[in-house]
């Protein structure tokens, strides 16, 4: 067994602990777990280089509906690049993240997505019960027909052009290095 595969299957069985301690831990989440395998989102193009970019694997964005973004930290508001990358690939999120985060994009001038999702976890604050909210919000999603979350998907069109057209404005105008070079990444990758 490779060591990233049974580090990860140990936080996984962490949390499946937790998730059972908190009695709440369905049957498809086990199945998920017993399942698992990683998906690549990030191709990185030159392991020796100074930049170390990486090429985002578009057809997780293209064959997906959303995205559920893991912030880097659950009790203080912090946007990193993990909400900005489906931003900038006409995706809409949920994120696991700290309470109001979803308020602090609207401040920043992005759109979220009420109309797919109930936003109201954003707004709790126990990260446990947060992260529940978030979970069922992705079981509502999935249990509609292909038919009712393309509908879905392609309502929220306009506000995911408008996002991706924000963050290129915010980048360039911030000048910041680390979305200056996630801003060539995505138009490396559209080319």
């Not at 900038?88 to 999120?93: E, K, M, S, V, Y």
């Not at 707004?123 to 069922?136: A, G, H, K, Y």
């Not at 038919?147 to 879905?152: A, F, L, T, V």
């Amino acid at each position: 067994a490779d060591s990233t595969h049974t580090s990860r299957s140990a936080t996984f069985e962490s949390c499946l602990k937790i998730l059972n301690r908190i009695n709440y831990c369905p049957d498809h989440v086990h199945t998920f777990v017993n399942n698992f395998t990683p998906m690549i989102l990030d191709i990185q193009t030159n392991k020796f280089s100074k930049d170390n970019q990486n090429i985002t694997n578009k057809n997780h964005y293209q064959n997906t509906f959303f995205s559920v973004v893991t912030e880097s930290r659950i009790t203080t508001r912090f946007l990193t690049e993990k909400t900005y990358k489906p931003i900038a690939n006409l995706h809409p999120f949920l994120l696991v993240a700290a309470p109001n985060m979803l308020e602090l994009l609207k401040k920043k001038g992005f759109e979220t997505f009420p109309e797919l999702f109930d936003e109201s976890y954003d707004t709790e604050q126990n990260p446990v019960t947060r992260l529940l909210m978030v979970i069922d919000e992705v079981e509502k999603f999935t249990k509609l027909t292909k038919i009712q979350k393309q509908q879905q998907f392609t309502s929220v069109k306009d506000k995911l052009i408008y996002n991706k057209q924000h963050y290129i404005k915010l980048a360039k105008e911030s000048g910041r290095q680390e979305h200056l070079k996630m801003l060539e990444v995505v138009e490396k990758n559209e080319s």
